[in-house]
Structure formats: structure tokens, C-alpha cells
């Protein structure tokens, strides 16, 4: 024995090392690359806005200044101006929040646990506003919803009834932008819910508790990651939103922060260093809301899918099934058919001003498809239909699988440097996009690999700035897989790349379609970011329709908009097929 | 709402009668074998510069000014060359922006750029920009003290920045003529004017009125409560469907919105109304730099300043008359009606004038 004992650590040291070093080579390789990879899609851009913020001039190739840092630029944000827009926009995120979840909520948990009437069709009611941009949403609204020239208003006066719609005011920003972001929170907490496993409630009510609490002791604290993760998610986007703020909010003269720094740096001469250093306040205060989140959720775990079947049980609503239908039914109309309808009158009507709505309809030649036409007919229009397509699959794809490398890593393994992946990911978030797109363009100048006026630019640029949206999906689906599933198959002796392919990715096949899909509808719908990179060869569709929003040709923008909607309607229908076809 | 669409027809038909009338250089897609550029008996491009830019066969034109204007001047231009134009039309603060990155880089997609704003085209030449065009002798001449910056750039017209009402709205016999009658308490809230910062146009829009309109007069507008856009063309939109009755309104915006249908009447007030020159520079890593000079040159010919005057534009020629705006002519550019402030004057006043104008109408930003 003792020979043996002598002998064994003798004869097995250099093996025993060189393999410890192997190990620690191999831990480290695969974050290492991750984290070098999301360095330089998003903290370069993030150095570049942070370094203008205490800079004197905007940074910009050929003109790196240091020497006169500074922090003038941060009495800026103290100003009473910016306060104010810092309220605004707290006060607008947080009411556009509240009402996007209880939209979202209410719809998924209708559609996912109860026996509403037409529950199929409401659960499309849920994602159809997906299809709508937020701008174009807002579009349609300022067209419907004005006071003086609103479509709604001057319906309202063609039956001889006063005009009371307004929606150029706070309480109309919140409402267009809960409009818009509760299809968010539809779909993380129906997700939630339908994977929800039904032991634990059915095990609640065996023993006596009434369905009231069921709801309120098992089901909603099971939803809870994601209930906080839309919460979170869509105050941070509601906060950053700038097109919504800039065309409800710029008519009303509500302030908020994305639309100051958007001033600011259009203002002459572009104030970009002051700019920054207000989206460097906003940056703070996400990360604290973020580093909360995790806090709340750290304290427990969520496990609710296992290696046992289940179907989730349908609660029977009796009297309200059809209240709620009713309820689903108004939420679509206001925030699909009605701006849908407007948008087309506007982009059908013969002449920008519209005296009469029921009017225009006795009238012969009133309505005309020539904007529609113009359009279809235009070359520009074309070519950016194709780059939008062929840039929101691949940065689609392409996010989709760095967020399922990134997510697995911060959730499923110890290697180090979770966290910092984890935060980096989520940093773009806290960007305000129009920041980020500043960022992202000097970036890729200085960047000695010549991607700047290609389609490539643009497609990292939406990986980069969608990084949070694809880590958060795959991260809560991650979540909710119980990994002893993939852990036996490693135990039975799979390789563990073999057991994440054959047995995790399988069951994320869902989550993982759905992130591609929320992807690829928030890369079509990307406005304010490819806003700075584009040039004359890489025109997006939405950037076409900002164009002739921007320059006040309201009627093509509308046409636009709705030829834009059909091919993002076109394009999910397309994506849902084949993710159907997938999981057969 | 069809005399709109009569409107677009007629200033299209005018615009190519206007280039007929001229002869222009019989140089369309008709002469194959190299030629000169001739308008109206002006060289402007000589037989080596025109084929070899009709050999690179297109140019890439950044610009500031409105989308309708731009279209114009290009569809003409390419009629008489054959030389196709990409417009990439951006705000002029965006504009300058997206420049001084690409021209760091030195990856400047621009063949020609029009921008306006003193402080802006000081700032892009300054930065490298631009390069050197040698203008044609007639062409020069005509176009005299526009040349600026030794012959870097040079002004293409003078844009006229005035008000305009949205006549479907305004009552007959209520309209207002001068900038005295928008301090009228009737257009309480529904007046509209376009932010100071906005650029070049905005801040000669605010010189003019603290100097010759009244010192106090933006006091006394503010107290209407006007409603404050971004940007002129978003604020046409606004006045165009009504959403504000009386709007400050740059004339060629004014004039293609009224090409499109818009029931838009603008004003020629006694006071006078604010002029701010566009500027032109050939870029300096033109991928077309043939097409470009002859773009550029062609920008002072007598069919492109024809064109600046339909527009409601200030031509830098003496020689091609001064706009018209439906019925009205407006005042000779000598006559004092238009105010026009040089560069100098325009910098020395653009913050002081900006500070004040957010002051009074309470403006963060």
C-alpha cells in the first residue's frame, strides 16, 4: 500500500498538471472569445460615446483628441432642462410599463390559460402590433389622433359630434407607446405560462386553496422571472424609445430624455459631447434596474419545466369569456385596425389635407392609389425592401446564436467571466439607440476591416444593438429547462456539445425560434440605429419611410408604411412556417 | 384637391420648356461622340471633362436642402447629360455630421454636397471636404462673389425663409399678410415655428426678426403659445393638415408642398423675410470627380438657377430674374426686401441669438 501510494502521485503529477492546464485552457477559450467578440461589437461603440462625453469635441477618425478632457459636459446634465426630460421620461416609462404589461398580461394570460371565445384569434391580437413599428404606430396616431386635424376628430365633426381626441399630450405618449410594447410582455409571460408546470397549482388546489389564491400564491410567482423581465425590459425600451417620443411627444412639447439628446445633437453646432454625457446618466440609472432584477431573482430559483409531460389546465371564465374577448378585441382596434386605417386613407386620399373623412367617400376621385404607385414604382424603394430582408435574416441568425452561446455560458456553467458576459450583453439596452448608432459608426470608420457602406455594417450593428433582447430570450427559456436533462445524457456518456445539441437545444427549440423571430422583427423594425450608418447602396425600408416622414411627404410615408408592414407580415408568416416545419 | 396634381404637372412642364427656351447644349443622350457641355451659350464643361464624366455616368449628391427642390434640379440635370444622380438628402446638421466622419476616414461617398449654414460649410472645409473645381470663365463670372473660400465652395441661391397659412383653414379675409399680424391673440395655439438650433435656415430666420422685425417681436409671438417643431418639414406636414393654422416656412419647402397638393398660401410680408444662401462643394474623394465638377458647374448655369427661381429661390445669377410665388413676384434682390446677412455677420450672432430665442420661448435644448 504504501509503495503504491509513493508511486502513484510520482508517476501521475505531469499528466495531473498539464491536464489542470488543459482544463483552465479550455474553460477560459470559449468566454475569452465570447467576451472579445461582444467587446468589439459593443463596448468599442459604448468607449467611443463615453470618451465624447468628457471630450471637448466629438471623437471622429483622424481626430482623436484627449488632451481636453473635460467634464463640462456634465453640468449639462444637471441643467434644469434635462431634469425635467429625466422626469418625462421616467414618468412615461413607468406608465407606459404598468399599461404594456396589464395589455400584455391580460391577453397572455387569457389566451394561455383560459377558455376565452375566439382564444386562437387573440393570441394573433397579442402579436400583430409586432408587425407595426413603433414609428409607424405613432405615424398612424398623430394622423388619427391630433386635435385639430386628427382623422378621429374630424369623423367625429362629420357626424355633427365634438372632436375630443387628443393625443398630443403625456397621457397620449404613454398610451401610443403601451399600445406598442405590450406585445412584449405578451409574449415573455405567455411563454411563461404555458410552460408553466401544472403539478404545482393542481397540488395547491388539491389541497383546499381556492382559485383566487392558487392565481396569486403558485401561478404569478411562478411567472415571476417572466413578468420582471418584460418589466424591465420594456421600461428601459419605453425609456430609450425615440420615435414614438419625438412624433407623439415633439408635437405635444413633452421633453423626454432620448428626444433631448436627439436635439442636442442636431442642434448647430451638434453638442454630441453633451449628448453623450446625458446618455451616460441614462446608462447609470438601467444598470442599477438591471443589477435590481437579478438581485430579486438570484434569492430564488424558477424551475417549472421537467422531464414530466404536461398540458397546462384551462381555467373556465363562465360569464366573462366574453368580456374578455371584448377586451382583446379593443386593444385590436386601437392599436392595429384603426392606425391601419388611417395610415391607408391618408395614403389613398388625393391631397394631404383632409377636410372630411365620410365625405371623401361620396366623393368619385377622391381617393387615388397613386402614392401606392410611387412607391412600387421606385428603384429606392425596391432596393431597400431586399436590404431589409437580407439584413434582418442574417442579423437574425447570426444574434440569435451568439445570445444562445453567451446565454449558455452565464447560465448553465461556472466558467469565469459569466458575469461580465452577462453585463456586456445587456449594456446596449442602457444605450439610447440614437447613441449607440453614433458609436457604432465611428467605430466601424476607425475599424481597419473595410465593412463601412456595405450590408455588413448594418448587420452587426443590429447584433450589437439587439444583443439584450436575444440574451434575455434564450436566457429565460434557459432558465426553465431543468438541466439535469442535459446533465443525464453527459452522465450516459454524450459529450456535452452532443448532449446541448441533441437534448437543450431540442427543447429550446421554441424559445430559440421565438428569439429568432423577435429578432428578426425588431431588425426589420430598426430605425434609429442604421440611421447614421447608412449610405445610398444600403438604404433600409425603414429608413426610406423616416426619409419621407422627415422631409414631410407624409402620403408616401404612409404608402410605405403599409407596404412595409406586409412584407414584415409576410416575412413571419414565412419564419413560422418553416419553424413549424422544424419542430415536426 | 386636383389643382394640386395640375400644379406638379405645370411646374415640370415649365421646368422642361425653361431648358427647350435655353438649348441646352444639345448635349442629351444624343450625341455620342464627345462634346461639350453648353447651356445658353455658356461652356460649361469641355469635351475631355464631359466624356469622361459622362464615362463614370453618375454621381453620388449629398444634400441639405428639401427633397422636392433636389428632385427637380437633378431630374433636369440628368435630362441634359445623361448622367444619373443618387440623392442622399439628410438634415443639414446630420449631413455635416455624417461628412466629418466619412472624411476622417477618408471614405467620403460624396461627389457634390449642398448644405447650408455659415458655421457648417466653414466647418467641413476646414476638415478637408471639399476640393478644388475650376469653374468655366461665363460661368464664373455670372456667378461673381459666390465663390468663396477660394473657389472651395461656392452659394447656389438664396433660400427665402417667410410664413405661410394653410388657406382651407384660415377664413377668407382673416389671413395674415405681415409678421406684425401673427401676434394677433386670434392665433393663440395655433401657430407654429420651427426650433432655433434647426440650422442655417433657422438662424437667419431669428437674426432677421430680432433685427428688422422688432427687437421684442419674438416676445410677443411666444405669448401666442406657438407649438415648436423640429424641423421645417415636419412643421409643413402639421400646417398642410391643418394641425396649425400660420407656420414660419421656408418658400421652396412652401412651393413643393403646394406642388403636392398642400392648400398652403405664403407670404410675401412688407417686412421683408429672411435669406440664407446653400452652399456647393465638390467632395474631396469624389468617386465620380468628373461628373462631379460638371454637376457642380452646371449648378450656376442659367437652366439650373431658372430652376432655383421657380422654386422661390434666390438665384446667384442676375440674369435669370426673381422668384415668383403663385401670383406674387417677389421683390428685386437689391431691394431690400430680402435680408441677407454675410458669413461674418451670420457667425457673429448665431449663439447669442440661439441663447435668446430659448430663453423666450422657453426651450431646453
Redesign the interface.
Given at each position: 500500500m504504501t509503495s503504491q501510494t509513493a508511486e502513484k502521485p510520482v508517476r501521475n503529477r505531469p499528466p495531473a498538471l498539464r491536464g489542470r492546464a488543459r482544463r483552465l485552457l479550455r474553460e477560459i477559450t470559449l468566454p475569452a472569445v465570447l467576451l472579445a467578440l461582444l467587446a468589439l461589437l459593443i463596448l468599442a461603440p459604448v468607449a467611443l460615446v463615453v470618451l465624447s462625453a468628457f471630450a471637448s469635441d466629438t471623437p471622429r477618425p483622424g481626430n482623436f483628441d484627449l488632451s481636453g478632457l473635460t467634464l463640462d459636459n456634465f453640468v449639462n446634465v444637471t441643467s434644469a432642462g434635462s431634469v425635467k426630460a429625466a422626469l418625462n421620461s421616467l414618468a412615461v416609462g413607468v406608465g407606459a410599463s404598468a399599461l404594456a404589461l396589464l395589455i400584455g398580461g391580460f391577453l397572455a394570460f387569457v389566451t394561455a390559460r383560459t377558455n376565452v371565445y375566439w382564444r386562437g384569434f387573440l393570441y394573433l391580437v397579442g402579436l400583430l402590433p409586432m408587425l407595426l413599428p413603433s414609428y409607424v404606430g405613432a405615424l398612424a396616431w398623430s394622423v388619427l389622433g391630433s386635435e385639430n386635424a386628427g382623422l378621429a376628430n374630424i369623423t367625429l365633426r362629420d357626424l355633427g359630434l365634438p372632436g375630443f381626441v387628443d393625443i398630443n399630450n403625456i397621457a397620449g405618449l404613454i398610451v401610443v407607446l403601451a399600445l406598442y410594447y405590450a406585445p412584449y410582455a405578451f409574449l415573455l409571460i405567455h411563454g411563461a405560462l404555458s410552460l408553466m408546470n401544472p403539478d404545482l397549482e393542481e397540488a395547491a388546489n388539491v389541497h383546499g386553496a381556492p382559485f383566487a389564491q392558487v392565481l396569486r400564491r403558485v401561478t404569478l410567482p411562478l411567472v415571476t422571472p417572466a413578468f420582471l423581465g418584460a418589466a424591465v425590459l420594456i421600461l428601459v425600451l419605453t425609456i430609450e424609445n425615440f420615435p414614438v417620443s419625438q412624433i407623439i411627444g415633439g408635437a405635444a412639447g413633452v421633453e423626454t430624455l432620448p428626444t433631448y439628446i436627439y436635439r442636442l445633437m442636431n442642434s448647430t453646432p451638434s453638442r454630441g459631447n453633451e449628448a453623450a454625457a446625458v446618455a451616460i446618466a441614462l446608462v447609470a440609472v438601467v444598470l442599477v434596474v438591471t443589477a435590481l432584477q437579478r438581485r430579486m431573482l438570484a434569492r430564488r430559483t424558477f424551475t417549472t419545466v421537467s422531464g414530466k409531460g404536461m398540458k397546462p389546465r384551462r381555467i373556465d371564465l363562465g360569464g366573462w369569456r366574453l368580456p374578455a374577448l371584448l377586451a382583446g378585441l379593443g386593444y385590436f382596434l386601437l392599436s392595429t385596425v384603426l392606425p391601419v386605417l388611417s395610415l391607408a386613407f391618408v395614403a389613398l386620399h388625393d391631397s394631404p389635407y383632409i377636410g372630411t373623412v365620410l365625405g371623401a367617400f361620396g366623393k368619385p376621385d377622391a381617393f387615388t392609389a397613386e402614392a401606392f404607385a410611387d412607391v412600387l414604382d421606385s428603384s429606392i424603394a425596391q432596393r431597400a425592401t431586399v436590404n431589409s430582408v437580407v439584413v434582418s435574416v442574417a442579423a437574425a441568425l447570426l444574434g440569435t446564436l451568439l445570445a444562445f452561446a453567451v446565454a449558455y455560458v452565464v447560465q448553465r456553467t461556472k466558467l469565469p467571466g459569466r458575469q461580465p458576459l452577462e453585463y456586456v450583453s445587456m449594456l446596449p439596452l442602457a444605450i439610447p439607440a440614437i447613441v449607440l448608432g453614433l458609436g457604432l459608426l465611428w467605430t466601424w470608420l476607425i475599424m481597419p476591416i473595410p465593412v463601412y457602406g456595405t450590408l455588413a455594417v448594418m448587420v452587426i450593428a443590429f447584433v450589437a444593438a439587439q444583443m439584450p433582447q436575444g440574451f434575455r430570450g434564450v436566457a429565460s427559456s434557459i432558465g426553465q429547462v431543468d438541466r439535469d436533462l442535459e446533465d443525464s445524457a453527459v452522465m450516459h456518456g454524450a459529450s456535452r456539445t452532443r448532449a446541448i445539441a441533441t437534448i437543450t437545444a431540442p427543447l429550446l427549440r421554441v424559445g430559440l425560434t421565438s428569439t429568432f423571430l423577435l429578432l428578426l422583427m425588431l431588425s426589420m423594425r430598426e430605425l434609429t440605429v442604421p440611421l447614421f450608418l447608412f449610405t445610398s447602396d444600403t438604404r433600409l425600408l425603414s429608413i426610406v419611410i423616416f426619409d419621407d416622414f422627415d422631409n414631410g411627404i407624409l402620403q408616401r410615408a404612409a404608402a410605405t408604411s403599409l407596404l412595409y408592414c406586409l412584407v414584415i407580415l409576410a416575412l413571419s408568416i414565412l419564419s413560422r412556417r418553416f419553424g413549424a416545419s422544424e419542430q415536426r | 384637391?386636383?389643382a394640386?396634381?395640375t400644379d406638379r404637372k405645370s411646374l415640370a412642364t415649365a421646368v422642361a420648356a425653361v431648358l427647350a427656351l435655353a438649348g441646352c447644349g444639345g448635349s442629351g443622350g444624343g450625341a455620342s461622340e464627345a462634346a461639350k457641355l453648353e447651356v445658353g451659350g455658356e461652356l460649361i464643361a469641355d469635351e475631355q471633362l464631359f466624356s469622361a464624366a459622362k464615362e463614370e455616368g453618375s454621381l453620388?449628391f449629398y444634400t441639405g436642402g428639401?427633397?422636392?427642390s433636389e428632385k427637380a434640379v437633378t431630374d433636369a440635370f440628368t435630362e441634359a447629360t445623361g448622367i444619373e444622380v443618387?440623392t442622399?438628402?439628410l438634415?443639414?446638421?446630420?449631413l455635416?455630421?455624417?461628412v466629418?466622419?466619412?472624411v476622417?476616414?477618408?471614405?467620403l461617398?460624396a461627389d457634390v454636397i449642398r448644405i447650408s449654414?455659415e458655421?457648417?460649410i466653414v466647418?467641413l472645409a476646414k476638415a478637408g471636404s471639399f476640393q478644388k473645381a475650376p469653374l468655366q470663365g461665363a460661368v464664373k463670372t455670372a456667378a461673381g462673389d459666390a465663390i468663396e473660400d477660394d473657389g472651395l465652395y461656392f452659394s447656389s441661391f438664396d433660400r427665402v425663409y417667410s410664413f405661410a397659412f394653410?388657406n382651407?383653414?384660415v377664413p377668407k379675409g382673416q389671413e395674415p399678410k405681415n409678421w406684425a399680424d401673427l401676434l394677433d391673440p386670434k392665433w393663440r395655439g395655433k401657430l407654429g415655428i420651427v426650433?432655433v438650433?434647426?440650422?442655417?435656415s433657422t438662424?437667419a430666420l431669428t437674426r432677421f426678426q430680432f433685427d428688422k422685425v422688432g427687437d421684442d417681436y419674438l416676445k410677443k409671438f411666444a405669448a401666442n403659445k406657438p407649438?415648436?417643431?423640429?424641423?421645417s418639414?415636419?412643421q409643413?406636414?402639421?400646417l398642410?393638415?391643418?394641425?396649425?393654422s400660420v407656420a414660419t416656412m421656408p418658400v421652396a419647402?412652401g412651393v413643393g408642398?403646394i406642388a403636392?397638393?398642400?392648400?398652403l398660401t405664403i407670404a410675401v410680408p412688407e417686412e421683408g423675410a429672411a435669406g440664407y444662401p446653400f452652399y456647393v462643394g465638390v467632395g474631396a474623394q469624389a468617386p465620380s470627380p468628373n461628373a462631379a465638377k460638371v454637376f457642380a458647374s452646371w449648378l450656376l448655369s442659367k437652366d439650373a438657377q431658372k430652376i432655383a427661381v421657380q422654386q422661390g429661390d434666390y438665384p446667384v445669377r442676375a440674369d435669370v430674374g426673381t422668384p415668383k410665388v403663385g401670383d406674387t413676384t417677389f421683390p428685386a434682390a437689391d431691394s431690400g426686401w430680402l435680408y441677407r446677412i454675410d458669413a461674418e455677420t451670420a457667425l457673429e450672432h448665431?449663439e447669442e441669438d440661439?441663447k435668446r430665442w430659448r430663453q423666450i420661448f422657453g426651450y431646453?435644448?
Amino acid at each position: 500500500m504504501t509503495s503504491q501510494t509513493a508511486e502513484k502521485p510520482v508517476r501521475n503529477r505531469p499528466p495531473a498538471l498539464r491536464g489542470r492546464a488543459r482544463r483552465l485552457l479550455r474553460e477560459i477559450t470559449l468566454p475569452a472569445v465570447l467576451l472579445a467578440l461582444l467587446a468589439l461589437l459593443i463596448l468599442a461603440p459604448v468607449a467611443l460615446v463615453v470618451l465624447s462625453a468628457f471630450a471637448s469635441d466629438t471623437p471622429r477618425p483622424g481626430n482623436f483628441d484627449l488632451s481636453g478632457l473635460t467634464l463640462d459636459n456634465f453640468v449639462n446634465v444637471t441643467s434644469a432642462g434635462s431634469v425635467k426630460a429625466a422626469l418625462n421620461s421616467l414618468a412615461v416609462g413607468v406608465g407606459a410599463s404598468a399599461l404594456a404589461l396589464l395589455i400584455g398580461g391580460f391577453l397572455a394570460f387569457v389566451t394561455a390559460r383560459t377558455n376565452v371565445y375566439w382564444r386562437g384569434f387573440l393570441y394573433l391580437v397579442g402579436l400583430l402590433p409586432m408587425l407595426l413599428p413603433s414609428y409607424v404606430g405613432a405615424l398612424a396616431w398623430s394622423v388619427l389622433g391630433s386635435e385639430n386635424a386628427g382623422l378621429a376628430n374630424i369623423t367625429l365633426r362629420d357626424l355633427g359630434l365634438p372632436g375630443f381626441v387628443d393625443i398630443n399630450n403625456i397621457a397620449g405618449l404613454i398610451v401610443v407607446l403601451a399600445l406598442y410594447y405590450a406585445p412584449y410582455a405578451f409574449l415573455l409571460i405567455h411563454g411563461a405560462l404555458s410552460l408553466m408546470n401544472p403539478d404545482l397549482e393542481e397540488a395547491a388546489n388539491v389541497h383546499g386553496a381556492p382559485f383566487a389564491q392558487v392565481l396569486r400564491r403558485v401561478t404569478l410567482p411562478l411567472v415571476t422571472p417572466a413578468f420582471l423581465g418584460a418589466a424591465v425590459l420594456i421600461l428601459v425600451l419605453t425609456i430609450e424609445n425615440f420615435p414614438v417620443s419625438q412624433i407623439i411627444g415633439g408635437a405635444a412639447g413633452v421633453e423626454t430624455l432620448p428626444t433631448y439628446i436627439y436635439r442636442l445633437m442636431n442642434s448647430t453646432p451638434s453638442r454630441g459631447n453633451e449628448a453623450a454625457a446625458v446618455a451616460i446618466a441614462l446608462v447609470a440609472v438601467v444598470l442599477v434596474v438591471t443589477a435590481l432584477q437579478r438581485r430579486m431573482l438570484a434569492r430564488r430559483t424558477f424551475t417549472t419545466v421537467s422531464g414530466k409531460g404536461m398540458k397546462p389546465r384551462r381555467i373556465d371564465l363562465g360569464g366573462w369569456r366574453l368580456p374578455a374577448l371584448l377586451a382583446g378585441l379593443g386593444y385590436f382596434l386601437l392599436s392595429t385596425v384603426l392606425p391601419v386605417l388611417s395610415l391607408a386613407f391618408v395614403a389613398l386620399h388625393d391631397s394631404p389635407y383632409i377636410g372630411t373623412v365620410l365625405g371623401a367617400f361620396g366623393k368619385p376621385d377622391a381617393f387615388t392609389a397613386e402614392a401606392f404607385a410611387d412607391v412600387l414604382d421606385s428603384s429606392i424603394a425596391q432596393r431597400a425592401t431586399v436590404n431589409s430582408v437580407v439584413v434582418s435574416v442574417a442579423a437574425a441568425l447570426l444574434g440569435t446564436l451568439l445570445a444562445f452561446a453567451v446565454a449558455y455560458v452565464v447560465q448553465r456553467t461556472k466558467l469565469p467571466g459569466r458575469q461580465p458576459l452577462e453585463y456586456v450583453s445587456m449594456l446596449p439596452l442602457a444605450i439610447p439607440a440614437i447613441v449607440l448608432g453614433l458609436g457604432l459608426l465611428w467605430t466601424w470608420l476607425i475599424m481597419p476591416i473595410p465593412v463601412y457602406g456595405t450590408l455588413a455594417v448594418m448587420v452587426i450593428a443590429f447584433v450589437a444593438a439587439q444583443m439584450p433582447q436575444g440574451f434575455r430570450g434564450v436566457a429565460s427559456s434557459i432558465g426553465q429547462v431543468d438541466r439535469d436533462l442535459e446533465d443525464s445524457a453527459v452522465m450516459h456518456g454524450a459529450s456535452r456539445t452532443r448532449a446541448i445539441a441533441t437534448i437543450t437545444a431540442p427543447l429550446l427549440r421554441v424559445g430559440l425560434t421565438s428569439t429568432f423571430l423577435l429578432l428578426l422583427m425588431l431588425s426589420m423594425r430598426e430605425l434609429t440605429v442604421p440611421l447614421f450608418l447608412f449610405t445610398s447602396d444600403t438604404r433600409l425600408l425603414s429608413i426610406v419611410i423616416f426619409d419621407d416622414f422627415d422631409n414631410g411627404i407624409l402620403q408616401r410615408a404612409a404608402a410605405t408604411s403599409l407596404l412595409y408592414c406586409l412584407v414584415i407580415l409576410a416575412l413571419s408568416i414565412l419564419s413560422r412556417r418553416f419553424g413549424a416545419s422544424e419542430q415536426r | 384637391m386636383k389643382a394640386g396634381r395640375t400644379d406638379r404637372k405645370s411646374l415640370a412642364t415649365a421646368v422642361a420648356a425653361v431648358l427647350a427656351l435655353a438649348g441646352c447644349g444639345g448635349s442629351g443622350g444624343g450625341a455620342s461622340e464627345a462634346a461639350k457641355l453648353e447651356v445658353g451659350g455658356e461652356l460649361i464643361a469641355d469635351e475631355q471633362l464631359f466624356s469622361a464624366a459622362k464615362e463614370e455616368g453618375s454621381l453620388v449628391f449629398y444634400t441639405g436642402g428639401s427633397e422636392h427642390s433636389e428632385k427637380a434640379v437633378t431630374d433636369a440635370f440628368t435630362e441634359a447629360t445623361g448622367i444619373e444622380v443618387e440623392t442622399i438628402r439628410l438634415a443639414p446638421n446630420k449631413l455635416s455630421e455624417r461628412v466629418l466622419s466619412e472624411v476622417g476616414a477618408k471614405k467620403l461617398g460624396a461627389d457634390v454636397i449642398r448644405i447650408s449654414g455659415e458655421d457648417i460649410i466653414v466647418a467641413l472645409a476646414k476638415a478637408g471636404s471639399f476640393q478644388k473645381a475650376p469653374l468655366q470663365g461665363a460661368v464664373k463670372t455670372a456667378a461673381g462673389d459666390a465663390i468663396e473660400d477660394d473657389g472651395l465652395y461656392f452659394s447656389s441661391f438664396d433660400r427665402v425663409y417667410s410664413f405661410a397659412f394653410n388657406n382651407a383653414v384660415v377664413p377668407k379675409g382673416q389671413e395674415p399678410k405681415n409678421w406684425a399680424d401673427l401676434l394677433d391673440p386670434k392665433w393663440r395655439g395655433k401657430l407654429g415655428i420651427v426650433q432655433v438650433g434647426a440650422g442655417g435656415s433657422t438662424a437667419a430666420l431669428t437674426r432677421f426678426q430680432f433685427d428688422k422685425v422688432g427687437d421684442d417681436y419674438l416676445k410677443k409671438f411666444a405669448a401666442n403659445k406657438p407649438r415648436i417643431f423640429d424641423s421645417s418639414a415636419g412643421q409643413t406636414d402639421a400646417l398642410t393638415r391643418g394641425e396649425v393654422s400660420v407656420a414660419t416656412m421656408p418658400v421652396a419647402t412652401g412651393v413643393g408642398a403646394i406642388a403636392d397638393g398642400a392648400p398652403l398660401t405664403i407670404a410675401v410680408p412688407e417686412e421683408g423675410a429672411a435669406g440664407y444662401p446653400f452652399y456647393v462643394g465638390v467632395g474631396a474623394q469624389a468617386p465620380s470627380p468628373n461628373a462631379a465638377k460638371v454637376f457642380a458647374s452646371w449648378l450656376l448655369s442659367k437652366d439650373a438657377q431658372k430652376i432655383a427661381v421657380q422654386q422661390g429661390d434666390y438665384p446667384v445669377r442676375a440674369d435669370v430674374g426673381t422668384p415668383k410665388v403663385g401670383d406674387t413676384t417677389f421683390p428685386a434682390a437689391d431691394s431690400g426686401w430680402l435680408y441677407r446677412i454675410d458669413a461674418e455677420t451670420a457667425l457673429e450672432h448665431v449663439e447669442e441669438d440661439a441663447k435668446r430665442w430659448r430663453q423666450i420661448f422657453g426651450y431646453t435644448g
